[in-house]
């Protein structure tokens, strides 16, 4: 079966600190993998995807199909990084699966 | 540039009534269509995609169905609403014929039914 999975919904950390929000998917193909964000009172927007291997505001994810994981990371946590992340299973064709999101809150 | 307009943002309506949101895409040329719906906690669900005029798919059966009668015009209808249905409505749009063309979405319809 095709998913994807965010195991926290909620995720708080300090300013500074590093920041990795979880994915792991399931998915026979070869896959095509995405995070969505979604900053207050705007609409949800790409963040970045895997075939890009690029870094965007800082963040990073890397595909590791061993482990079937796609986790978003940033070494340095800012406040405005508080929003809510989605990660996003392309499974050709027209369906793009997503997980349940994760809250990212970073305190001060 | 491409935009994505999706209206209203809003919408109170009583239960059995009927229910029609609408999607507009400007700046592109025969996107690909897409109605999602976001339930806390659950993240997005597909509810129909199209690719073409007329040509509308079905992920999941339910009270609902949508429609594509210009190339870039998408909408969601009810002809009775239920409760069930309420929740926040997203429109997007991909590029058509493009592999891993990301999903560019509208600001949402927050849907009540009471």
């Known amino acids: 079966a095709q998913r994807v999975t965010q195991p926290e919904k909620l995720l708080s950390v300090f300013k500074g600190a590093p920041v990795e929000l979880k994915c792991n998917y399931s998915?026979?193909?070869?896959?095509?993998l995405f995070w969505y964000v979604q900053y207050s009172r705007q609409r949800l927007q790409l963040l970045l995807r895997?075939?890009s291997r690029e870094s965007i505001k800082g963040f990073t994810a890397d595909l590791n199909k061993g482990e079937t994981s796609f986790h978003l990371k940033k070494p340095f946590a800012q406040e405005e990084d508080s929003a809510m992340y989605y990660c996003?299973?392309?499974?050709?064709?027209?369906?793009?699966?997503f997980g349940a999101g994760t809250r990212l809150f970073v305190k001060a | 540039s491409q935009t994505i307009h999706q209206w209203p943002a809003t919408l109170v309506q009583p239960v059995g009534s009927p229910l029609s949101l609408e999607c507009t895409v400007e700046?592109?040329?025969?996107?690909?269509l897409y109605w999602y719906r976001q339930a806390a906690g659950r993240g997005l669900q597909l509810l129909f995609y199209?690719?073409?005029?007329?040509?509308i798919s079905s992920e999941v059966p339910q009270n609902l169905s949508a429609s594509r009668p210009q190339d870039r015009q998408f909408i969601l209808s009810s002809k009775k609403l239920l409760l069930s249905d309420s929740g926040f409505y997203l429109c997007?749009?991909?590029?058509?014929?493009?592999?891993?063309?990301?999903?560019?979405f509208g600001n949402g319809t927050r849907l009540t039914v009471t």
């Open positions: 997007a749009w991909s590029v058509r014929w493009q592999y891993n063309s990301p999903l560019h």
């Open positions: 998915y026979s193909g070869s896959p095509e």
């Open positions: 895997h075939i």
């Open positions: 996003a299973l392309h499974t050709g064709g027209f369906k793009t699966i």
């Open positions: 700046g592109t040329s025969n996107p690909n």
């Open positions: 199209s690719v073409g005029i007329g040509q």
